[in-house]
């Protein structure tokens, strides 16, 4: 599958064919499955070129909500450029099942493209199931 350009990603609705699963996970036809007992990152990539602006990527995933974890994170996902965090959020088990997760970012001007990529990273604690990421430009 072809990745597309980053000028086209405002309209591209789903980058999850294009991320590499981490060790544990499973890609299947509706997504990729975390599961329960195995920590790392379930996706990650692709690391294309994304010029400056404000984007907001879109994570869709699908957990239980765990009450004894209300405030511990079963998940994080994360937008990164190298070693650097352009935005990242926990999900915590109070907050589980509500299925859309965003996270804004800025791609700041004056440093060029960007070569960001989208991370989901499991503590292994509940299974989850990642069946879409969307990134688009916010205005402004």
């Not at 309209?11 to 890609?27: C, I, K, Q, S």
């Not at 450029?81 to 509500?98: K, T, Y």
């Not at 989208?118 to 989850?128: F, T």
């Amino acid at each position: 599958m072809t990745m597309p350009a980053a000028t086209d990603l405002v309209a591209y609705r789903d980058l999850l064919p294009h991320l590499t699963t981490g060790a544990g996970a499973v890609r299947h036809s509706s997504g990729v499955s975390a599961p329960a007992g195995r920590e790392g990152h379930a996706v990650h990539g692709p690391k294309w070129p994304l010029g400056p602006g404000a984007y907001l990527a879109s994570f869709f995933i699908a957990a239980a909500a765990r009450w004894p974890e209300r405030n511990t994170a079963l998940l994080v996902i994360e937008v990164v450029d190298g070693e650097v965090f352009l935005g990242q959020s926990a999900i915590c088990g109070r907050d589980a099942e509500n299925g859309v997760f965003d996270v804004p970012f800025v791609v700041p001007r004056g440093a060029g493209a960007r070569a960001v990529e989208l991370r989901v990273w499991s503590w292994g604690i509940v299974p989850a199931e990642i069946t879409r990421i969307a990134v688009v430009r916010r205005p402004g």
